[in-house]
């Protein structure tokens, strides 16, 4: 009887593992794959062809390319990358630390000015979020954007590489903050997203931040 039990349980064992590796094996790596590495966001291509891409684009230019292999959930790329697919959702490349997911990161979108904003609701400690850059708008840490603000009525205190360390009194006018710094027309705006609007003015150029309110425990807005 015992013999009999034991036989069975090994014919068990023998079906899950080939259960399995059948899953496994109807696991498809193919399509598109999306991650951020420090706040930079990337598109992998996997290709039915065998052929893939990897493309930063944030940074123009910036891509790599080649072929692709899959054996049973391990997916090997061209320059020897390798990465595991841990189902249809889910792809990890651990020697980088990234996580891949079938869903692209939705771009951030600036809401309008908040009218006649109350000078009170500005008060507080701000950290850039994300930067303007003309024919994009990306994460602050996809090019090392970091300037802060501390605002306490109409004093704010610039922080970051940008600005240094200074203080400066503006004028409040309009629902809006404005200043010149350093021959920089240095304008703050609430937005109805509860975002910050930097905007800088110097000869004609402009550059746009969009500052998130920080609170004492280290949590953004919206978290």
Known sequence: MKKLIAICLVFILLLAAASMAEAAQELSAAGDWYAELDGIPLHLSLNADGTYS?????EPGDSLAGTWAA???????ED??????VSEELLIW????????REAPRAYVPADLLPDAA????????????????DAIVPAKAVDERTDLYIEDDLVALGGPRFGDIFRDFDFADGALSADVDDQLVTLALQQDAYLRLIIEREGETSILYLARFFPNGTEEGE
């Open 71 to 77: 054996d049973d959930i391990f997916v090997s790329l």
């Open 54 to 58: 990897l493309i930063f684009p944030d």
């Open 94 to 101: 651990q020697e980088n630390d990234l996580r891949f997911t």
């Open 119 to 134: 000078l009170e609701i500005y008060a507080g400690y701000w950290k850039c979020a994300f930067v303007d850059l003309g």
């Open 80 to 85: 020897g990358g390798t990465l595991a697919l």
